[in-house]
């Protein structure tokens, strides 16, 4: 079997991800806002957790995005975040078009996904992403089988990494020696206790006898 992830959003917890991703040699894609990073480090907003609390959360310095993403696929999220459907279309069209142009100059390779922010698109919409010249984009909608996709402009997952019963969706993908797809926001882990629940998910996958890790844009 396949597996395959994507984060969103470029926040400091990504490096966390990352480097659990890289010990055990997980594959995965990062969809970024290349205009809404600082040259640095930089506050941006206040995640209020499960249990109540809120956590600080950073938006990566562009400093820090060679050394975060090493290894990893890059994918558009988007220059700014903003709603899709609710900007004009020609705003819309800079928002993709600049945003993958940014993330190649400064990558140095051909970005090929996207993901929609808040998840929102129109037919519209995903014609501005393909357009541009994007092979596929997120949606953050779950189905039983997002391989191969009825349209790759709107390719769903099979669910958030937080979801309840991923390892049962996980199990059942790999009896069928399907493709697994999931997705999420690295801002989400929230404790040390969290922490490790996500490491020991991915170490389960990667310890999976017949577990292949793809990069998605490898698999449209
Ligand atoms: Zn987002």
């Known amino acids: 079997m396949i597996v395959t992830q994507c984060w969103d959003d470029g926040v400091h ?3 966390r991800v990352a480097d659990i991703l890289r010990k055990y040699n997980a594959k995965g894609t990062f969809n970024l806002n290349p205009g809404l990073h600082k040259s640095t480090r930089e506050l941006s907003w206040n995640f209020k957790t499960p249990s109540g609390i809120s956590k600080e959360v950073y938006r990566l310095g562009i400093d820090e995005f060679k050394s975060t993403y090493e290894g990893f696929d890059i994918a558009g999220h ?3 975040h903003p709603h899709p459907t609710a ?5 819309w ?3 993709v078009a600049d945003c993958k142009k940014w993330l190649e100059d400064f990558f140095g ?3 090929r996904g996207f ?3 808040f998840g929102q698109y129109s037919d519209p919409v995903k014609e501005v992403v393909r357009e541009c010249g994007h092979t596929y984009a997120r949606t953050v909608t779950n189905v039983d089988k997002p391989f191969p996709p009825e349209d790759p402009m709107a390719l769903h997952s099979h669910c958030h990494f937080l979801s309840p019963d991923f390892m049962q969706k996980f199990e059942k993908v790999r ?9 999420g926001h690295s801002y989400e882990i929230c404790s040390e206790q969290m922490w490790s629940d996500f490491e020991n998910k991915i170490k389960a996958i990667s310890k999976t006898s017949g577990v292949k890790w793809e ?3 490898d698999l449209i």
């Open 87 to 91: 900007i004009p279309l020609e705003a």
């Open 175 to 183: 009896n069928e020696d399907g493709i697994f797809y999931f997705w």
């Open 109 to 111: 390779f051909e970005v």
């Open 115 to 117: 993901a929609y922010p």
């Open 215 to 217: 990069f998605i844009a």
């Open 93 to 95: 069209q800079s928002e």
């Open 78 to 80: 988007s220059m700014t």
């Open 13 to 15: 917890d990504d490096i």
